[in-house]
């Protein structure tokens, strides 16, 4: 068996294989075999039809089957010589089965491998760092306040005039360009005034309106609009004041502690807030530090990566934003974008994410940077207790479920990640 191989690309080569006239020969003669064995050809018995007449009934699917036995072991047996680190699935392409001129099989098989690069100096990387500042007080009656209004009732209200954080319930009839849109028309429609939660100049418009009013608010969208489908067009709305409600919110006291969170008292709900909101802060930072610092390694280091990791990576990412669309009970579709553009706008994202991956994987080399199977299974314990699941089940489910690796490779990105804290500035 023969081979060569030709780079197309700097992550991409072809392997172009020719198996030797013997090995074809042999696999031939068993097949063919096989076939006259089992052909069932009118007025032979089984097995004793002519062989030149099992030929010319059969040649075709023989050769199917001498390409569908030949190939796949060829293959395997030139990616085990090469030693090549296959990244995508690869593509078979050119099958050619030349008899019987030569009586050989000929084949291409497209690959995309891993980049070479040499890194960038990581121990000059420095960053804008983000610090950790504790929690403050307001910020923990910030959150007291959000969870009464996530337990407040609405009650509808008789008002002058809309005001400043009431919920106005409204009508509107919706024209875009001159044209009536369906999908803005609506016989009730609860907006609270000042909440940023629709249109800026909807909201201003409704606002000191009276019940029962009627008013043309027109304006146009921002050209920068996140539905594309509106963006820089016209729009007059014919809006009508059916309600008016304010939300009444519980009192902040044991009771509400008891209700919500199943707490004795209220001091001990609102510590249990403000650690919580101390984790999440340090969460942000270590966010924004791990985007700043990846961006420079990003800057530093510029090489090619293989195309198949990058769609691999745009389907990740519509994937994400689609299951977010949905948890807000909104499309694509609705918002004017198409899974094309969306891709063609965040291919480059894709690309330097596949990028930043290739990086911190010859970080940790270089710094010998290893997660062992007892480090993999103490984040699972610590998991399963955080999520009050059995941590055992949680362990064997990680192993039957091939969840080791990729907690393994998360594992190691955070290890490389605080290295880069510690040469950065940012730990």
């Not at 990387?125 to 504790?134: A, E, H, L, Q, Y």
């Not at 198949?308 to 994400?320: A, F, H, K, M, P």
Request: with cysteine.
């Amino acid at each position: 068996m023969n081979w060569k191989v030709k780079d197309e690309g700097k992550c991409r080569k072809v392997v172009e294989v020719n198996v030797d006239k013997d090995t074809v020969k042999e696999t031939y003669g068993k097949v063919f075999n096989s076939f006259k064995q089992n052909a069932v050809v009118e007025g032979f018995r089984k097995g004793k039809a002519p062989e030149e007449m099992i030929k010319s009934r059969y040649m075709d699917k023989i050769h199917e089957e001498v390409i569908k036995e030949v190939v796949p072991s060829a293959y395997q047996n030139v990616m085990k010589e090469l030693n090549l680190h296959i990244v995508t699935y690869p593509a078979l392409s050119d099958v050619k089965y030349t008899t019987p001129a030569k009586d050989e099989v000929e084949f291409k098989v497209i690959v995309e491998v891993n980049p070479e690069f040499d890194l960038a100096d990581y121990g000059k990387v420095k960053i804008d760092v983000k610090k950790f500042n504790g929690v403050k007080e307001e910020d923990v009656e910030k959150e007291i306040k959000r969870i009464r209004q996530y337990r407040g009732t609405l009650k509808q209200v008789e008002k002058d005039k809309v005001e400043e954080g009431d919920f106005a319930d409204v009508s509107m009839s919706a024209f875009v360009d001159n044209k009536a849109d369906a999908s803005l028309t609506t016989e009730s429609h609860l907006i609270q005034i000042g909440a940023g939660g629709f249109l800026k100049e909807l909201e201003d418009g409704i606002k000191g309106m009276k019940l029962g009013e009627e008013k043309d608010i027109s304006f146009v969208f921002p050209a920068d609009y996140f539905n594309k489908r509106y963006a820089g067009k016209s729009a007059a709305f014919k809006v009508k004041v059916n309600a008016i409600k304010v939300l009444e919110l519980p009192e902040f006291n044991d009771e509400f502690a008891k209700n919500m969170a199943g707490m004795q008292t209220a001091d001990e709900l609102k510590a249990a807030l403000k650690t919580e909101l101390e984790k999440r802060a340090q969460s942000d930072v270590r966010q924004h530090n791990t985007g700043e610092v990846l961006k420079k390694l990003a800057e530093q280091n510029k090489f090619d990566v293989p195309e198949g990791l990058v769609e691999q990576e745009l389907d990740n990412i519509v994937s994400r934003y689609e299951n977010s669309m949905k948890q807000q009970g909104i499309s694509m579709e609705k918002m004017g974008i198409t899974k094309e553009d969306f891709r063609s706008r965040n291919k480059k994202q894709a690309e330097e994410n596949i990028r930043v991956m290739y990086i911190l994987q010859k970080i940790a080399e270089k710094e010998k940077i290893e997660v062992s199977d007892a480090d993999v299974e103490a984040e699972i314990r610590k998991i399963a207790a955080d999520i009050k699941q059995d941590p055992d089940t949680m362990v064997k489910q990680a192993k039957a479920q091939d969840n080791w690796d990729s907690l393994r490779a998360k594992l190691t990105e955070d290890k490389v990640l605080d290295k880069m804290f510690e040469i950065s500035g940012a730990k």
